[in-house]
């Protein structure tokens, strides 16, 4: 043990001198405060340094050799500024005064360095250089014989060099708890120190700032979807009003917050479970409940192979069209993957491409000549079984064939050809059709066209005479002898000399067919008809004479006006016509 620290110890431990207990854990503090850092660079021998040696040599000769009558002391020594406030590595002039008749030596003791600034009877001023942090200063005097000793704090603060939010998530989800995070770099004093939480100009939250370089201060916030695309930020806050001076404020740069919302549910995915190779087939693929919508993503794929989708978005659905093709048979994958944010939903569905050839209906002779054979083939891919006409191949894959002999009835015949292939328990079907054309000669149809023909004359009528035949024949009625043609098929007004008998001809490049047709137009009125019409004339030109007679007789009567006797007012009056019966009976 140092004989230094063995005379501390000693006096600390007098239980006579507790004035003397203090003075020396001062001194304590001191040995305590100067750090090990300063002491490794002022001590390269392991000894203290000089100014330490004088420091605590004073103190030990005041404990040592003071009376004690100073523990009734009532003299002070003053320390100004008294606990003062600092800017970090400015300056400090310090200045201790003693209030007794007789001063002696001033002194101060710190681990700062100092130099005399300037002295006078019971005062000294110190200077103080780079004050970089927080400690305690002890001045140390002698009135009349007695030690005095006064302290001050020192209280260094400095501006944060900077403040920053840490970085945000790059997509954060709805209602989850984010932790944001600000980081504090420098200042001080810390316990008037704080950070603050920023949503725009909205203040979401107070904390002091702790130790650590660079300091973090946490803040937990639970996204909504209305934070989606909102800045964030923090705020240092230095709070020295308390000790006369400002708030100094440094807000951080904003970062913006991405918020998301994705459902459980897995995409929709929509197209035939059974595909034809080598056929275009639509796929679409949707999802509900997005938040925001616009800026998910969407992927169809067949397979390995990416699909051309044109992408739709609405409200808080998001859709996906393209047309698919493929050149393999068998099952094969359907893949819908929907990404917004660090999420992902995703449906893989299977579907069967099939082969179906076919079927293929064909005729050996598509115009065949009456009388010609005729083979109706119907035919189709492997496994496909085919029906002509209703009657099945012997088995699948076998083509099926009718043969017939070509007639004026198979013109205009349709033949049919249905093809049956089973996929995976699906029976899918598929028809053809064709049309035989028999070529034949023309023929004219004596049911409706008849032989003879009885008009009357200015009457209107049509001559139904209808020929068949392949190719279609010509039909045209000309009357014997004059080679007049009368319309066929159409009205006509009929003529008197329309009367006489018609040659109908059918003809076309495979023939031609002939009839007689008896055309008979009777006149309108005849003679017995004309006497008995002249006669009805006579009789209504006769009977019209006798009404108009009759009538101008009467009406002469209604006109005659007899005179009555003369009343007493000789009052004359008409009276009212009379028809002759009354004329009769009043005589």
Not at 34 to 49: D, E, N, V
Not at 350 to 358: I, L, T
Not at 381 to 387: I, K
Not at 502 to 511: D, E, F, T
Request: charge should be neutral; hydrophobic fraction near 40%; aromatic fraction near 8%.
């Amino acid at each position: 043990m140092w004989p230094l620290d063995f005379c501390i110890l000693s006096c600390s431990d007098s239980s006579s001198f507790p004035w003397r207990s203090c003075l020396f854990a001062g001194a304590q503090r001191f040995i305590k405060g100067t750090s090990s850092s300063r002491l490794a660079t002022m001590m390269p021998s392991g000894l203290l340094p000089r100014v330490c040696w004088t420091s605590l040599i004073f103190l030990l000769l005041a404990c040592c050799l003071l009376p004690t009558g100073a523990q009734g002391q009532t003299y002070q020594l003053r320390v100004e500024p008294r606990d003062p406030v600092v800017p970090f590595g400015e300056p400090l002039v310090v200045n201790c005064s003693l209030d007794c008749p007789s001063p002696g030596l001033i002194s101060l003791e710190t681990a700062l360095s100092k130099e005399l600034h300037s002295s006078g009877l019971g005062w000294a001023a110190f200077r103080l250089t780079n004050v970089t942090g927080d400690m305690e200063l002890l001045c140390s005097g002698l009135c009349s014989q007695y030690q005095v000793v006064g302290t001050s704090n020192i209280t260094v603060y400095g501006f944060p060099e900077r403040v920053e939010l840490a970085p945000l998530p790059l997509w954060q989800p709805v209602g989850e708890q984010l932790n944001l995070s600000c980081l504090v770099f420098g200042g001080a004093p810390r316990d008037h120190l704080f950070v603050v939480l920023l949503h725009w100009e909205e203040e979401l939250g107070r904390q002091p700032v702790g130790k650590g370089e660079p300091a973090e201060v946490t803040f937990m916030v639970q996204p909504r979807r209305e934070d989606h695309g909102t800045n964030f930020s923090c705020r240092s806050e230095l709070d020295l009003r308390s000790q006369g001076l400002e708030l100094f404020q440094n807000t951080s740069a904003p970062r913006k917050l991405r918020t998301f919302a994705m459902p459980k549910t897995p995409p929709r995915l929509v197209f035939p479970p059974f595909w034809e190779m080598e056929t275009s087939w639509p796929v679409n693929c949707s999802l509900d409940g997005l938040f925001p919508a616009s800026e998910a993503h969407i992927q169809l794929a067949l397979g390995n192979q990416m699909l051309n989708a044109t992408v739709v978005s609405h409200a808080d659905t998001l859709m996906a069209t393209a047309t698919a093709k493929t050149e393999q048979e068998g099952t094969q994958e359907i893949v819908c993957n929907v990404t917004l944010g660090v999420e992902n939903r995703e449906t893989r569905e299977n579907f069967v491409a099939y082969s179906f050839q076919g079927p293929n209906l064909n005729l050996s002779e598509s115009n065949a000549t009456e009388g010609t054979p005729v083979t109706v083939t119907c035919a189709a891919g492997p496994r496909v079984q085919v029906m002509l006409d209703g009657v099945p191949a012997a088995v699948p894959g076998q083509p099926a064939q009718l043969q017939l002999k070509a007639t004026e009835k198979d013109d205009r015949r349709t033949f049919f050809c249905n093809a049956i292939l089973k996929v995976r328990g699906v029976t899918l079907h598929r028809n053809r059709s064709v049309q035989l054309r028999v070529l034949y000669g023309p023929t004219i149809d004596r049911a409706k066209c008849p032989q003879r023909l009885m008009w009357k004359e200015k009457t209107m009528h049509i001559l139904q005479c209808q020929a068949r035949g392949n190719p279609k024949p010509q039909l045209q009625c000309l009357r014997e002898g004059s080679k007049f043609k009368v319309p066929v098929g159409i009205p006509f007004l009929v003529l008197l000399n329309y009367s006489g008998t018609y040659s109908c001809q059918a003809a076309s490049s495979r023939g031609m067919d002939k009839m007689l047709v008896m055309m008979d137009v009777q006149d309108r009125n005849p003679v017995t008809i004309n006497i008995a019409l002249g006669a009805l004339a006579i009789l209504g030109l006769v009977t019209l004479a006798a009404a108009s007679v009759y009538i101008f007789r009467v009406q002469r009567q209604r006109d005659i006006y007899h005179l009555k006797p003369r009343s007493t007012q000789w009052r004359l009056t008409s009276t009212q016509p009379v028809t002759v019966a009354e004329e009769l009976s009043a005589q």
